[in-house]
Structures are given as C-alpha cells and as structure tokens.
C-alpha cells in the first residue's frame, strides 16, 4: 500500500503498552492516518542504533512516545535502567525526532511534581519527584525539549484501562480473592482513563494536521479528584463486589518508592487549547469496567 493514500504517519512507540493498545483501538477508525505501531521487542528505544535506522527506514510525521519503564517500586533499585529507559533513550527519540523533522509527543508524569501542593498543579507548579521513577521521567523531559525545543510533553496521571496491569485490574483480582482489603486514603490524585488520554494525544495531531501548533508542557486526566480508597469503593460498586474496604494512612502501606500525597493535575490548559470537555473519573471508569464486564 502507498503511502500517499495517508494525510500523516504517527510512529507509537511501547504499543504494548495501556496508552498504546487504547491508541491502536482509536486508530481503527481514523483511516486517515498510517499509523506503525512497534512493541518494545519491535524498536528498543533504549537501542539508539536501531531507533536512527527506524527513522531512516521510516517517513514519519509524528512520534508519539508511549515507552517507558513504570515499575515505579522496582525503579528504587534499577536505577540505571529507569534512567536509561525514560531519560536517555527519551533524549535520543528528540534528537532523532529533531534531526528527521519528526513532531515528538511525549508521555510523562504527575510524579514529577513536588507534592507539597494543596492546589491543582498547573503546568509551571514547582517540580520535585519524590522517587526513582519520577526523577528518571522528569529528566527525560528536560532532555526530549533540550534535543527538540518543539516536544509537545503530556503529564498525566493515575492511568488506567482494560488493559495491563493497573489499580482498577489489581482491585478486581483482589475482590475475587479477598472478603478484606486495605486501601491508602490520604493520596491525592485523578485518575486517567488511557482510552480519553488517547483521544487527546489524535486530537492534537488532528489540529496540527490543521496547521496548529503545540509544544511544551501539558497536563491530561480526567476531572475530578479522589484517593485510592474512594476509588477503590467506586470499583467495587460499578462490580457488585461485598469485598470490605478499609481505608488506610500511607504510613501503614510500606512500599520501596514513595508516592507523592499530592497529585491532582489542574488541565484547564488542555482543554483550552483543544476546545475540549474531558470525561469525570466516574463517568470514564464506568466505561472501563463496561468493556472489562464484555471481556
Ligand atoms: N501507568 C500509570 O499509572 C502512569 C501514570 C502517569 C504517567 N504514565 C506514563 O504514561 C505512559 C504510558 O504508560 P502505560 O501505563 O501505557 O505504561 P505501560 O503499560 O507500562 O507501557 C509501557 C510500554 O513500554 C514498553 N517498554 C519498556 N521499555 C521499553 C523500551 N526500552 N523500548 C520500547 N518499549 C519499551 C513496555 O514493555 P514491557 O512491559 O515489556 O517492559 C510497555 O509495553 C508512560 O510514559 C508512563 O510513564 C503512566
């Protein structure tokens, strides 16, 4: 097939992965676009020579960077490996990017923010990740708009969809076997359906399409704020589950990273510059566990 028949070809890299197989669903019914979808067996981002020969091989238009490594508590102590996976090879992508004329749209993080806000955090809130992981994201930021000022960075938060592994599957593999349960209540956060933060990342490029132009820093979620207990409780009951939630201090959840207490993304600016609505967290999980029920 010729690839004159595309108005855009959009590189997902990580297609694997929840935001890229929710972006492989949307992509079926936009013909419009030649989308190349590459797993991490596919295109390594972290293996510079294979990622130089993919975008010499490769007309591409657009890439969009759904690869990184997210084991948040194993980050704690494979350190080198976050930081080779979601700051070096990030750094790299850009130059690539840069060098081939490539619009890269990066996928960060709410961990990169300083948690010790009581507000929203727009997108100039002071940085200050509080584990391996966020430190590992936010200089793969710094790095993708040092190698090409025109990265257009996407912070988002909390994600989950029907697929992978995520807090609302974990919550159903633990209602089926536990009758008790205990979840944190005093983080702060709003959690992201993958499916509505793909639709945002094909609206951009619809608008760039378009003649818009976006870069810089933006946050994406969905409305509205929450802890995991409450969410937790709202799974159980869009799942008819008796399974008893008991809400509890981080301090009696230890795990190896910390997680920060505070990390609601005010996205007023999103929404502004696409002229958009974005769906409240029940109202998109309710759509999740829809498609997780038809399964
Ligand atoms: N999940 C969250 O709660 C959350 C919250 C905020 C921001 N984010 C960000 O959102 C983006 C998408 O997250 P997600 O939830 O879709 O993550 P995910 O499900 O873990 O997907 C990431 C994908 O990247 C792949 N990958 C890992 N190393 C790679 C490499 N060197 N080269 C190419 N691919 C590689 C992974 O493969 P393997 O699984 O085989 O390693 C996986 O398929 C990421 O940038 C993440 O940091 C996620």
Redesign the pocket.
Known sequence: MSDQKFSATILI????????KEIKILSKKIPVYQFLFT??EE????NTESVKLFFEKHHIDYCV??????AVDKAESEKEKAFL??AD?VGSLAKNCNENKVKLIH?????VYDDSSEIPLKEDAAVGPVNVYGLS?LKGEQLALEQNPTTLIIR?????SSF?N?FVKTMLRLFKEKDEINVVNDQLGSP?Y?ADLADAIIEFIRQMENGKTFSGIVNYSNEGVTTWYQFAEEIKELFHSTCKISPIPTSAYKTPAKRPLYSVLDTSKIRKLLEISIPSWKESLKTCIEVLKAS
Do not use: E, H, P, R
């Open positions: 890299t990580g297609a694997n992965g929840q935001l890229g797993s991490k295109l390594s981002i972290d960077n759904c690869a990184a490594y997210t996976i979601n090879a996928i960060s993080t709410d961990y994201k988002t938060s909390w994600v989950y992978g995520n992201t993958a």
